[in-house]
């Protein structure tokens, strides 16, 4: 009986123990995870945020896309983090049976638009969404086709993004996105319209030599592409 009680009380102590160091590491990851997002919210507090207001179809957005903002961010995405808003010079009217938008470049615009703004909220990895994006607007004749296989193209699940751009979902996401173009001060009068840090000011020479703008603007140490 005696010897029964001696190894009941030897668990329980073992129990103890191994509860006690398991609420330990718990505290331990917990604390290393705050310190980890601690960090990534410095370095992109540190970030100059790049706001491109586009159009799916638009020559110059196509443009600025390709040969400024994704030559940037492979260069130095540890300067800068980016924002696409597509819509443009868009209108959207809602009423009882839904919402509807017309575009600068007709209805296929606004399909393109829808399609860009569902890859945007489902693809989050910052490089596969630029990616995306870039893809899509340099084939952007047959949206549909040309989202599937940019979609292919970044790993991304195309399913959903066509889903969402044929649903009230996607309509409810480029409505936003119009809202918020709409209320940019001073108004957009040129697509694409490309914001730093919240400031519009310098367009031309944002659209000629991003790399260089966004280098200017930042705080930290620059990086050798910057030099």
Known sequence: MAQRRVVYFIIRGMLFCLAIFGLWRMISVISENSDVDSKEDKLKD???????YYESM???SKYFI???LVPAFEKIPEVFDFRLVPYGKAETKENSTGIFFTC???ELEC????????GIKYITNRSRQLRFASCLINNIRNPQSAGESCAHDVDANWDEIEKCSKSKEGSELLKAYGEETHNLTPSVTFIPTVVLDKNQGHQKDILKNLLKEVCSKYPGDKPPSCL
């Open 104 to 106: 600068q470049h007709f």
């Open 66 to 68: 390709k040969h400024q």
């Open 46 to 52: 540190d970030h100059v945020l790049v706001e491109v």
């Open 58 to 60: 638009c020559p110059d």
């Open 111 to 118: 399909l393109g638009n829808k399609i860009h703004a569902c």
